[in-house]
């Protein structure tokens, strides 16, 4: 649900899945928090997590700016 009809997901792919984080919204959208931040094994300690964190807080902004 959240994937397909929300939008609240960052996923990072290439020719595999690397990892995803997605956000969470409550109190009619007034709060806002990004969580479950998973980076496959493989992918670990090239600095993903960052990455799909700070992609995951941009979309966030955008999408609730307030």
Sequence with gaps: EKMR?????VI????EFAGFSYIETWGNKH???TSGLIV???F????????IKNLTFTLARQRWPH
């Excluded at 990072?12 to 020719?15: D, H």
């Excluded at 670990?44 to 990455?51: I, M, N």
């Design 5 to 9: 009809f929300e939008g609240k997901v």
């Design 12 to 15: 990072v792919t290439g020719a």
């Design 31 to 33: 709060y806002v928090t």
């Design 40 to 42: 496959h094994p493989d």
């Design 44 to 51: 670990r300690g090239l600095g993903l997590a960052k990455r």
